[in-house]
């Protein structure tokens, strides 16, 4: 699949799905956002769909991890990189 993965017919979220939180929260922490994460990630899109919110919560703790260089035949987006974020 990795030979895929630069084609115009590509899987969308396949790539970044495994640490779409951890990625959301590097960015929004370097655009000095980090406190409009959980509206982004929780409320907004409920609310605009009218579906009730979640009342499960998750954790993020800010602590370096390596993105694994594959996830069977995926490469996964940042592959070898280090995110800042981790979801425990």
């Given at each position: 699949?990795?030979?895929?993965?630069?084609?115009s017919c590509g899987c969308a979220g396949c790539y970044s799905a495994f640490?779409?939180?951890?990625?959301?929260?590097?960015?929004?922490?370097?655009a000095n956002a980090l406190d409009k994460l959980e509206g982004f990630a929780?409320?907004?899109?409920?609310?605009?769909?009218?579906?009730?919110?979640?009342?499960?919560?998750?954790?993020?703790?800010?602590?370096?991890?390596?993105?694994?260089?594959?996830?069977?035949?995926?490469?996964?987006?940042?592959?070898?990189?280090?995110?800042?974020?981790?979801?425990?």
């Open positions: 699949m990795t030979h895929l993965k630069e084609n640490a779409a939180l951890e990625l959301y929260a590097q960015a929004f922490e370097s929780s409320f907004y899109g409920a609310d605009f769909y009218g579906l009730p919110r979640n009342k499960e919560t998750i954790s993020l703790e800010k602590v370096d991890w390596i993105v694994p260089t594959n996830y069977g035949e995926i490469t996964p987006i940042k592959s070898g990189d280090v995110l800042q974020w981790k979801l425990n």
